[in-house]
Structure formats: structure tokens, C-alpha cells
């Protein structure tokens, strides 16, 4: 049977624990492909993105936050996913769906990853996404929505099965 769309994204789930072996650089060109492809509103592109693989940085990314960002102590590779907020109004959106996109391009790829949200989180002290910005120099225009840790996965998840979908989230016609 073929290996479709919906298998992909039933098979994706969140790794926070990889192996040690570093990603190679078409895979990582890959993976930012698909987020450099991904739809953005009025087509305004404003989402870039800062991949970074020395383990100091990643370090000092995993202390920009308090909780949640445990992933980052084995991750290979931390893609920064940072949206110019003087471009668009709805840039939360569209660095949104390029950080999806990219966890799926992952995962077809079979490198783990998880979102690590930096957006309206804190280290303690100050805010997520001032320290992000320090650590790689990101002008204050950008705001940093989140990033994704990636690497081989040293963890098993259990890939989603049809009894994993609710469908009473759905409503048809009005909501009930
Ligand atoms: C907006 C958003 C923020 C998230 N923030 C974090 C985070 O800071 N740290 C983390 O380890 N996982 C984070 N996750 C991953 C979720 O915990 C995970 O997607 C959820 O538990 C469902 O599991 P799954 O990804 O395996 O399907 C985040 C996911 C999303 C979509």
C-alpha cells in the first residue's frame, strides 16, 4: 500500500531526544525548503529563518526558557523560526505554518523534531524572545515565534492511529 499524506502526519509525533550523529546539509536544505515554500499572507514572505548547530549556541537557546526546552541538549541542529512583525500583521500565522511544514518535511526525511516555543514564554527572568534574540543577533523588528529542534531520533513515539481522531471537534454547517 502506498505511503501517503495522512501516514505522514499520523507518524509525526514530537522527539525530544536525538542521537548524536549531526544532520547533513542536504537535509537540512531540505527541511527549510518546505518552509520557504509555505504559504504566507498577501504573499508577503516576511519569515526567515536561523539554523544553528554549535553545541554553545544550541545550549544557550535551550536556556532562553524555563521549561520545555529540554530537546535542545541533544538536538544536532535548532531552526529559529523568526518573522519580521513590521511586514505583517499576521506573522505569527505564517511563521506558524512554515514551522509546520518543516516538521513534516522532517519527518518524510525520518529526522525527529519538536516546536519549542519561545513566544510568550519566559526563562525566569526575562522574556523568551529577547533572549533568543541576543543569542543570535535577531533585530528587535523580528519576533521569534519558536524553534525547532531536529536530529535522528533515539527516542520511539507511537505514530497516531484512527482511534487517536476525535471527530466531535467537527461541526458541520453551524456549530453544535
Ligand atoms: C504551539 C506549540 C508549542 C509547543 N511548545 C512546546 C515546547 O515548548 N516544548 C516542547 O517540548 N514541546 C512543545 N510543543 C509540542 C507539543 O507538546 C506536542 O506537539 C503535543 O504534545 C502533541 O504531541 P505530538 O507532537 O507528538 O503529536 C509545542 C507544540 C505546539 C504546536
Excluded at 498577501?42 to 526558557?65: A, G, I, M
Amino acid at each position: 500500500m502506498e505511503f501517503g499524506m495522512t501516514d505522514l502526519i499520523k507518524q509525526r509525533r514530537s522527539i525530544r531526544i536525538f542521537g548524536d550523529e549531526k544532520l547533513s546539509k542536504e537535509d537540512i536544505v531540505n527541511i527549510l525548503k518546505a518552509g520557504l515554500l509555505a504559504p504566507s499572507s498577501k504573499n508577503k514572505k516576511p519569515v526567515k529563518f536561523v539554523v544553528v548547530e554549535n553545541r554553545d549556541d544550541l545550549d544557550k537557546l535551550r536556556s532562553c526558557k524555563e521549561k520545555g526546552a529540554d530537546a535542545l541538549y541533544t538536538a544536532a541542529c535548532a531552526i529559529a523560526v523568526i518573522a519580521d512583525s513590521q511586514k505583517s500583521d499576521v506573522w505569527i500565522e505564517d511563521a506558524s505554518v512554515a514551522a509546520s511544514y518543516m516538521q513534516l518535511k522532517a519527518e518524510e526525511l525520518d529526522i525527529g523534531s519538536v516546536w519549542i516555543q519561545m513566544r510568550k514564554r519566559s526563562n525566569g527572568f526575562s522574556d523568551s524572545e529577547t533572549e533568543v534574540r541576543k543569542v543570535l543577533n535577531i533585530p528587535d523588528n523580528y519576533g521569534v515565534l519558536c524553534i525547532l529542534a531536529l536530529g535522528y531520533k533515539d527516542e520511539s513515539r507511537k505514530p497516531y492511529e484512527e482511534s487517536d481522531i476525535d471527530y466531535s471537534r467537527i461541526c458541520f454547517d453551524k456549530y453544535q
